[in-house]
């Protein structure tokens, strides 16, 4: 049997690091432990302004394409991967859609609160409190430093839920005065 390759196509905001933590390397154990095939690389979509728009999985197949296709679209959907998601096979001309995981972006002003508010607030503190506040319906997997903003990336069961925990702490920190709350996924 030839060697070929399928993509996995995340429709996660993920820093190549955290690409590989969540989702690369947990799926290459199961498929090189099933002996169907690895992951062969992976690659991040990025927007003019250097934000991460989704990421690929490459996964080289080489054991039967059925039984790959489903134990990677069970791994990652196992490992939270965001609706919108979709498994490439070219050889086929064919798309799967899967995921099931909402995402939420909350998009801290990094220019336009007062100084004090830089000084004296730590975006790292608001990491772990959206991480403790999030505990059993999401986590944050991934950040974006850009020009004017910070975002924090936040994937989970729901998005309503997810936005319901996280509204108090974003009224009354002063570092997520301005803050932008957008759906992900």
């Known amino acids: 049997m030839s060697n070929s390759y399928i993509v996995a196509q995340l429709n996660a905001r993920l820093q190549p690091m955290d690409r590989g933590e969540y989702f690369e390397d947990p799926l290459d154990e199961v498929l090189l432990d099933a002996g ?8 991040t979509m990025q ?5 991460i728009e989704y990421c690929d999985i490459e996964i080289q197949v080489t054991g039967d394409p059925a039984e790959v296709e489903r134990i990677v679209i069970e791994n990652l959907v196992k490992s939270g991967a965001p ?24 998009y801290l ?9 830089y000084a004296e607030c730590d975006s790292n503190f608001v990491y772990t409190e959206f991480n403790r506040l999030l505990e059993g319906v999401g986590s944050v997997l991934s950040f974006w430093q850009g020009p004017t903003e910070t975002a924090l990336y936040m994937y989970g069961t729901s ?7 996280l509204t108090p702490f ?11 709350v957008v759906r992900i996924a």
């Open 47 to 51: 927007s003019e302004s250097g934000e």
């Open 159 to 165: 998005f309503q839920e997810m936005q319901t925990r």
């Open 83 to 106: 609706k919108g998601s979709k498994l490439i096979i070219e050889s086929e001309d064919r798309e799967v859609p899967f995921g099931d995981a909402e995402g939420l972006g909350v």
């Open 109 to 117: 002003n990094g220019t336009d609160l007062p100084k004090n508010v």
């Open 170 to 180: 974003l009224e009354s920190y002063p570092l997520c005065a301005k803050a932008r």
């Open 36 to 43: 169907l095939g690895e992951v062969s690389g992976g690659g």
